[in-house]
């Protein structure tokens, strides 16, 4: 094997693929609501803390997506973006 033959190794990081995957859950989720009418912050807001799917509408297949991805996850990178983005 030659030097040129060897690649060099990916780092994968986890977390960051998770965040993303929420971010984008999120994104298409608020899309979705928008669409229909609905104050997304409201509604994903009334979703975290009921845990109740009918908060978020099925069009799109938001309800679907949403809950794809553990609600504690959502919750705790929400916190985290909020204290990182807030420090003082």
Do not use: C, E, V, W
């Given at each position: 094997m030659t030097k040129t033959d060897i690649s060099p190794t990916v780092s994968f990081d986890a977390d960051e693929v998770r965040r993303n995957n929420i971010h984008q859950v999120l994104k298409l989720v608020q899309e979705a609501l928008e669409d229909r009418g609905?104050?997304?912050?409201?509604?994903?807001?009334?979703?975290?803390?009921?845990?109740?799917?009918?908060?978020?509408?099925?069009?799109?297949?938001?309800?679907?997506?949403?809950?794809?991805v553990e609600r504690h996850e959502i919750i705790e990178e929400l916190v985290r973006f909020y204290l990182e983005e807030h420090p003082e």
């Open positions: 609905y104050n997304a912050i409201n509604q994903l807001s009334g979703y975290l803390i009921s845990n109740d799917p009918a908060y978020i509408s099925s069009h799109k297949n938001a309800r679907s997506i949403i809950q794809s």
